[in-house]
């Protein structure tokens, strides 16, 4: 089956700062990875996937690269905002099994 | 339209109540899913209906029971719950199998459940 590690948040960070956002996963097959973030009281909303070694996925600044060699998918951001404050979960899926890992809160002060 | 809708957004519902949660979508989705949800914590698997049959049961509990009237709604039905039961139940869609094929997920807002 699949697991998934998440650097445990939460993370506070100024406006502006560089963001990362580690994650690691063991899977069976080569799984598809997305990125899907939770905003507080929502359901959760896809932020951003990839589908292949070396794909790189990116969305509203956000971006992670799947690195099949050391099963990673790091999501990075160059400048944050207040609004991206949430929690980011990381999600590698194959055969309709989409496991989430722990969830990343991200708090971005003005 | 490209929403997943869930009602109602909030249940109370004592231990020896019998209840359901609905939710529907209109585009087209052929694999539908349950999921629940504590708080800080990540949304677990429950079920996966795939072409309006059930393909996937993480071995959930038999007081919770899903159903797939047809390919646009999947509803939960809940009896004689216990406290530990209470969190956010959220469904979700996708296009048809997921996985190597990069199909997302999208999800509802959930119904936040509270069993006393």
């Known amino acids: 089956g699949n697991s998934v590690t998440q650097m445990e948040g939460p993370v506070t960070l100024s406006e502006e700062a560089f963001l990362t956002i580690n994650c690691t996963y063991t899977a069976t097959g080569y799984p598809s990875l997305f990125w899907y973030v939770q905003y507080p009281g929502e359901g959760l909303q896809l932020l951003l996937k990839?589908?292949?070694?070396?794909d790189k996925g990116s969305n509203k600044g956000f971006e992670a690269t799947y690195r099949k060699e050391t099963t990673s998918f790091h999501l990075e951001k160059g400048s944050v905002q207040v609004s991206d404050s949430a929690v980011y979960f990381c999600a590698p899926v194959n055969f309709n099994k989409f496991y989430f890992g722990s969830g990343t809160k991200l708090n971005v002060k003005p | 339209d490209t929403e997943v809708t869930q009602t109602p957004k909030h249940l109370v519902m004592g231990m020896t109540n019998k209840k359901s949660l609905k939710c529907e979508q209109h585009m087209g989705h052929r694999a539908m899913y349950w999921y629940k949800q504590k708080a800080k914590k990540p949304p677990e698997l429950m079920f996966v209906?795939?072409?309006?049959?059930?393909?996937i049961n993480e071995s959930v509990p038999s007081r919770f029971s899903p159903e797939c009237p047809n390919s646009s709604l999947l509803n939960l039905h809940l009896h004689a719950l216990q406290p530990e039961d209470s969190a956010l139940y959220l469904c979700?869609?996708?296009?048809?199998?997921?996985?190597?094929?990069?199909?997302?997920?999208?999800f509802g807002s959930g119904t936040q459940l509270s069993v006393l």
């Open positions: 209906y795939s072409y309006e049959k059930l393909s």
């Open positions: 979700a869609s996708s296009q048809g199998e997921t996985g190597g094929f990069g199909e997302k997920l999208f």
């Open positions: 990839a589908t292949k070694a070396d």
